[in-house]
């Protein structure tokens, strides 16, 4: 990474922070509604380096482009408003935040449900922070990563991906509890065994969609009278009259207790119980949210009939990543889903137990 700095701004960089990609094993389009998650780092990475300069700009390695960009003023729309974003919620926290030069290399795929946007956020605060020798909590980060996906992208994100780079821990998953942000470490026994499988296209360019379901489910809630859909009740929904809406609430009420059932599965050593409760949330995340696409039902299918016992879209669906929960070595299992699923590949590096 100093090397590709020196080689583009003519220079060793002044300091060098990096942070995870994430799977999230179950618990999705919860976090917007107060709800619960249970994400796990990736040991895929985004590496940041980075030096004071007399403007800003960035240069990607993926892009093998420099870009001159503005946390203080208009978002570019490229992938240099993940880096701006995040440096413009420090400013309105009271940071110090100087010009600098940054120099991006990541090996978390962009556009797989992964969190590479969340990975490139959450490294740039903490190359900022260790430059200017000031410090934050590390669920701090995770919220001005959010804000500036929020304020500045536009992207109505919720706090899953941000916590997860920013908070998380190798090999642990994290049980979130999106209403107090509050994180909980759960070590994952070596029973559990992920894998990770992108379908093979791309997660669809779907901002639009996700802040209408996003709102959607405020909708519901708003119509149910209470706070988010974290306090609403498989009764309280049957007052919803809208066939729609029904369905996209009854995903999230039901996904939440699947997350914490999961967590009591995870600590019992149930691998099987785990593996019943991903399907489900397929299957929900499939008719109820309607997120899924196709390629992620062909793929969920196959890892299934290929011995998986659990298998589901992860993150935000339309396209990306599907994970599995393997029954065996992922060596007997990976060339027959393979065979069945010619678009699609295998991420390496994902939870360090999947390789
Ligand atoms: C994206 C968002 C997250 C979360 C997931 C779905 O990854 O960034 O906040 O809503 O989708 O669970």
Not at 76 to 86: K, L, S, V
Not at 178 to 186: F, S
Not at 251 to 271: C, F, T, W
Not at 299 to 326: E, P
Request: net charge negative; proline share 6%.
């Amino acid at each position: 990474m100093s090397g590709t700095f020196l080689r583009v701004f003519g220079r060793a960089p002044a300091t060098e922070m990096s942070a995870p990609g994430r799977v999230n094993l179950i618990g999705d389009h919860t976090d917007y509604a107060e709800g619960f998650c249970l994400p796990m780092p990736l040991t895929l990475e985004t590496h940041v380096a980075m030096a004071l300069a007399p403007e800003f700009c960035a240069y990607s390695e993926e892009m093998d482009a420099t870009l001159a960009f503005d946390p203080f003023g208009a978002p570019r729309r490229d992938w240099t408003d993940y880096i701006a974003g995040p440096l413009a919620e420090l400013v309105k926290a009271g940071f110090d935040v100087p010009p600098v030069a940054v120099a991006v290399r990541s090996t978390v795929p962009s556009g797989a449900g992964l969190s590479s946007s969340a990975a490139l956020e959450v490294a740039t605060l903490r190359g900022m922070l260790a430059l200017t020798g000031q410090t934050l909590p590390d669920s701090e980060i995770a919220r001005l990563a959010r804000a500036g996906e929020n304020n500045y992208c536009g992207v109505q994100c919720g706090i899953l991906d941000q916590m997860a780079s920013a908070v998380g821990r190798p090999g642990q998953a994290l049980l979130l509890d999106c209403r107090t942000d509050a994180g909980r470490l759960v070590p994952v026994p070596s029973a559990f065994r992920f894998a990770i499988v992108h379908c093979g296209e791309p997660r669809r360019l779907a901002d639009g969609v996700y802040n209408a379901r996003r709102e959607v489910t405020a909708n519901a809630a708003r119509l149910l009278g209470v706070p988010s859909l974290r306090d609403a009740s498989d009764a309280l929904l049957s007052v919803l009259t809208d066939g729609e809406m029904l369905k996209r609430a009854r995903h999230v009420v039901s996904e939440n207790a699947r997350v914490l059932a999961a967590v009591e599965a995870i600590e019992a050593g149930d691998v099987r119980a785990f593996g019943v409760l991903m399907n489900e949330s397929h299957v929900s995340l499939a008719r109820d949210f309607e997120v899924s696409t196709p390629a992620l039902d062909r793929l969920t299918r196959s890892a299934l009939d290929m011995g998986a016992f659990g298998a589901r879209l992860t993150g935000a669906g339309f396209g990306g990543c599907i994970v599995a929960l393997l029954s065996g070595k992922i060596s007997d299992w990976w060339p027959r889903v393979a065979a069945d699923n010619p678009a699609a590949w295998l991420v390496q590096g994902g939870p360090e137990r999947s390789v």
